[in-house]
């Protein structure tokens, strides 16, 4: 039986302004701190609001290490805003194949063509402007204008959030709206109170690189932090415990099978329908064995009555959001000519398409000789 308190429901968390003595040391102690302790990272060393805008939307869900890579390939081939409304959508997913969360790549190219139609391909400057555009979300706003242009504009992500929450003893969920609005309250109050040479690009990103380096989610470093005097959660000995982790919601198991054609030494793919999951990517032809519904639990109308699966090649696991996936990859041969919707390429073409993370995982173990061009992991 759960316990009256697991019934209720999340209630509210409050920011409490800090008195100005403990605001102006918290301002002071951490951009020191980021002074001296920052990581050289490639889209710090540049002011260009488009460039900045492009690692913000890598960042999200992925891994510096991982953005490192992919940043200065996505801006070579793109390197203006206009630039990437003008390119083709295809070569946007080719350029973005994995980094997973394909959404963000579709949402940075149409926020791009507005940016090119209405703001002479310059990202704005304005706050609202940013927000208006589609995908452009308050923390991507406010991290756009302020590190570019040092517009006083707030921002809260998952490691400001973790480092105010434990700063102000804010004992709430991760991620919910609760803690939410009282980690925008806090972000609010201090960049709009920044004094002397304190930038706001230079306490937004100090905040978030204190998350990042110090107050760490499992072993946050307190010994070391520049906030450890002011940090109530320190004082209470309970900053691992801040923020609660979010109930964890149950992973569904899928079951593929995944077909390999192959036909003088190229492979048939399937691009998936537009509009869906991962629309518009290709994959090698995929049907469902359990039910899902994230994959068809028939090949498509071209396919079905022609494709025959032969024997095992290899098996693979995958993880889509909340999907763990297990794939028995088969060769399968055509009875007969056909393949509505599909396509034959070789593994060089393979490489330059929008492929989906499984598809590029099948290929990499399969393309002869591990093709280079399949490396990118
Ligand atoms: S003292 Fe510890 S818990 Fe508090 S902000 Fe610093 S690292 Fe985080």
Request: charged share 25%; glycine share 8%; net charge negative.
């Given at each position: 039986?759960?316990?009256?308190?697991?019934?209720?429901?999340?209630?509210?968390?409050r920011?409490?302004?800090?008195?100005?003595?403990?605001?102006?040391?918290?301002?002071?102690?951490l951009?020191?701190?980021?002074a001296?302790?920052?990581?050289?990272?490639?889209?710090?060393?540049?002011?260009?609001?488009?460039?900045?805008?492009?690692?913000?939307?890598?960042?999200?869900?992925?891994?510096?290490?991982?953005?490192?890579e992919?940043?200065?390939?996505?801006?070579?081939?793109?390197?203006?805003a206009?630039?990437?409304?003008?390119?083709?959508?295809?070569?946007?997913?080719e350029?973005?194949?994995?980094?997973?969360?394909?959404?963000?790549?579709?949402?940075?190219?149409?926020?791009?063509?507005?940016?090119?139609?209405e703001?002479?391909?310059?990202?704005?400057?304005?706050?609202?402007?940013?927000?208006?555009?589609?995908?452009?979300?308050?923390?991507?706003?406010?991290?756009?204008?302020?590190?570019?242009?040092?517009?006083?504009?707030?921002?809260?992500?998952?490691?400001?959030?973790?480092?105010?929450a434990?700063?102000?003893g804010?004992?709430?969920?991760?991620?919910?709206?609760?803690?939410?609005?009282?980690?925008?309250?806090?972000?609010s109050?201090f960049?709009e109170?920044?004094e002397?040479?304190?930038?706001?690009?230079?306490?937004?990103?100090?905040?978030?690189?204190?998350?990042?380096?110090?107050?760490?989610?499992?072993?946050?470093?307190?010994?070391?932090?520049?906030?450890?005097e002011e940090?109530?959660?320190?004082?209470?000995?309970?900053?691992?415990?801040?923020?609660?982790?979010?109930?964890?919601?149950?992973?569904t198991?899928?079951?593929l099978?995944?077909?390999?054609?192959?036909?003088?030494?190229?492979?048939?793919?399937?691009?998936r329908?537009?509009?869906?999951?991962m629309?518009?990517?290709?994959?090698?032809?995929?049907?469902e064995?359990?039910?899902?519904?994230?994959?068809?639990e028939?090949?498509?109308?071209?396919?079905?009555?022609?494709?025959?699966?032969e024997?095992?090649?290899?098996a693979?696991?995958?993880?889509i959001?909340?999907?763990?996936?297990?794939?028995?990859?088969?060769?399968?041969?055509?009875?007969?000519s056909?393949g509505?919707?599909?396509?034959?390429?070789?593994?060089?073409?393979?490489?330059?398409?929008?492929?989906t993370?499984?598809a590029?995982?099948?290929?990499?173990?399969?393309?002869?000789?591990?093709?280079?061009l399949?490396?990118?992991?």
């Amino acid at each position: 039986m759960s316990s009256k308190k697991e019934q209720e429901p999340e209630g509210e968390v409050r920011f409490a302004p800090p008195g100005e003595v403990t605001a102006r040391s918290v301002r002071r102690e951490l951009t020191l701190w980021y002074a001296a302790a920052k990581r050289d990272l490639p889209w710090r060393r540049t002011s260009d609001p488009y460039a900045i805008w492009v690692s913000e939307a890598m960042l999200q869900q992925t891994r510096v290490e991982t953005v490192k890579e992919y940043w200065p390939r996505f801006l070579e081939r793109f390197p203006t805003a206009t630039a990437l409304a003008e390119a083709e959508e295809e070569a946007v997913l080719e350029a973005w194949s994995g980094l997973g969360y394909y959404r963000r790549a579709r949402s940075l190219q149409a926020a791009a063509r507005v940016i090119a139609s209405e703001h002479q391909g310059v990202f704005p400057r304005d706050l609202g402007a940013a927000l208006d555009l589609p995908g452009v979300g308050p923390y991507t706003a406010g991290a756009v204008v302020s590190i570019a242009y040092d517009v006083p504009a707030p921002l809260v992500d998952g490691n400001v959030e973790r480092v105010f929450a434990r700063l102000f003893g804010m004992e709430g969920v991760r991620a919910s709206g609760p803690l939410g609005r009282a980690c925008w309250a806090a972000a609010s109050f201090f960049v709009e109170r920044l004094e002397g040479a304190v930038r706001p690009s230079v306490w937004n990103q100090a905040l978030m690189e204190l998350g990042a380096l110090v107050c760490t989610p499992r072993a946050p470093r307190c010994d070391e932090c520049p906030l450890a005097e002011e940090c109530v959660a320190k004082a209470r000995g309970n900053a691992v415990g801040i923020p609660r982790p979010k109930p964890r919601r149950a992973s569904t198991e899928v079951e593929l099978e995944v077909y390999v054609i192959e036909r003088g030494g190229r492979w048939l793919l399937e691009q998936r329908p537009e509009g869906g999951l991962m629309g518009g990517m290709w994959q090698f032809p995929t049907v469902e064995v359990t039910s899902s519904g994230l994959f068809p639990e028939e090949l498509g109308p071209g396919l079905a009555p022609v494709v025959e699966p032969e024997h095992d090649l290899i098996a693979l696991t995958h993880g889509i959001t909340h999907h763990r996936i297990r794939a028995r990859v088969r060769s399968a041969r055509m009875a007969a000519s056909g393949g509505e919707g599909a396509a034959w390429f070789g593994p060089e073409e393979a490489a330059e398409l929008a492929l989906t993370g499984m598809a590029r995982k099948v290929a990499e173990r399969l393309a002869p000789a591990r093709d280079p061009l399949f490396d990118r992991s």
